[in-house]
């Protein structure tokens, strides 16, 4: 029997997740040699018609998450709105924080880009390990899946594909960083996936154990 306790540090560890993720997404756009695909698109529109990069991270997930309840006519989950908006409230958050500036030299910039890519690698495996939901673009990509029947990473791949040419062409930040987080990204939350499941299943087991012996 799961104690009333643990479903709290499950959502505890669901945003503890999201906060990880978030600051190493602010630390690949503020590095500045290309970004996440998403990231080039909610960039671009910030730069076409103003608003923040967070406002348009909450504004495109709103728009995907109703996009794949329609296609497979069901709610969404609760962790994938939520998911929506702290992410969107926190990249703002992050990127008006004054030491966190793009550094001078392009050496150091790649370097900033690569501990966002690993932070957010993390941030994801944290988030997802708790188990309460995918995000909206998540979302679509499964219900995309669903509807079609095709291959998950093919699907993932137009979905990045499109949101990446319709971003460059609203003017976000498109270089050589952003091929290296599409070819590492997939490597690094592979990595950080079982971690962090582990660390979650511990703790979780734990203090689920500790509830129950304290309500005898």
Request: proline share 5%.
């Amino acid at each position: 029997m799961v104690h009333p306790s643990v479903p709290w540090l499950r959502w505890s560890i669901y945003f503890a997740g999201l906060l990880v993720m978030s600051f190493g997404i602010v630390l690949t756009i503020k590095a500045d040699v290309g970004c996440a695909p998403w990231d080039v698109l909610h960039i671009g529109l910030e730069r076409t018609f103003g608003l923040t990069v967070g406002t348009w991270s909450i504004i495109v997930g709103m728009v995907v998450l109703a996009a794949s309840a329609l296609l497979v006519k069901r709610r969404p989950q609760l962790g994938a709105f939520l998911n929506m908006v702290t992410v969107g409230v926190l990249i703002d958050v992050w990127m008006m924080i004054p030491p966190l500036k793009t550094p001078p030299q392009l050496l150091e910039q790649y370097a900033m880009l690569l501990v966002g890519i690993v932070v957010s690698g993390y941030g994801m495996g944290l988030y997802i390990s708790a188990d309460v939901g995918a995000g909206p673009r998540d979302s679509l990509m499964l219900a995309l899946t669903e509807l079609t029947g095709w291959n998950v990473a093919y699907i993932r791949v137009m979905m990045e594909a499109l949101v990446l040419l319709v971003g460059w062409l609203l003017g976000g930040p498109v270089s050589f960083g952003t091929f290296l987080f599409c070819v590492t990204i997939g490597s690094v939350a592979g990595l950080a996936l079982p971690q962090c499941r582990k660390m979650a299943d511990r703790l979780l087991g734990a203090a689920n154990v500790r509830a129950q012996g304290l309500s005898r």
